[in-house]
């Protein structure tokens, strides 16, 4: 079982930067692919970043260049650095680890943490 804590959202200008931390207990976070999706209000969940257990990344083409996700083994965590921030990613953000296993698709969610980008 794998318990995963998401941490770092808040209130923030247009063009300003937060950092989400998605810290992962109950198993190694490195052996996971590891996903960030949003929700906004209204809107379905979106996938915005995922970090494969071989450190490739993929980016929504929204979040291009604007955010990076990287992990950290020795803290096993995995970040998600927004940066020139837009009211438009105002949405609750959540950390999710999956991995296929001979068990069939071990996948886990956190709660979230609520990104507010407003003046």
């Known amino acids: 079982q794998v318990q995963l804590v998401e941490s770092g959202g808040g209130l923030v200008q247009p063009g300003g930067s937060l950092r989400l931390s998605c810290a992962a207990s109950g198993s190694i976070l490195s052996s996971y692919g590891v996903n960030w999706y949003r929700q906004a209000p209204g809107k379905q969940r979106e996938l915005v970043a995922t970090?494969?257990?071989?450190?490739?990344?993929i980016y929504v083409d929204s979040v291009k260049g604007r955010f990076t996700i990287s992990r950290d083994n020795a803290k096993n965590t995995v970040s998600l650095q927004m940066n020139s921030l837009k009211p438009e990613d105002t949405a609750a953000y959540y950390c999710?680890?999956?991995?296929?296993?001979?068990?069939?698709?071990?996948?886990?969610w956190g709660k979230g943490t609520l990104v507010t980008v407003s003046s």
């Open positions: 999710n680890a999956r991995k296929l296993t001979t068990y069939g698709i071990m996948d886990y």
């Open positions: 970090i494969t257990s071989g450190s490739s990344t």
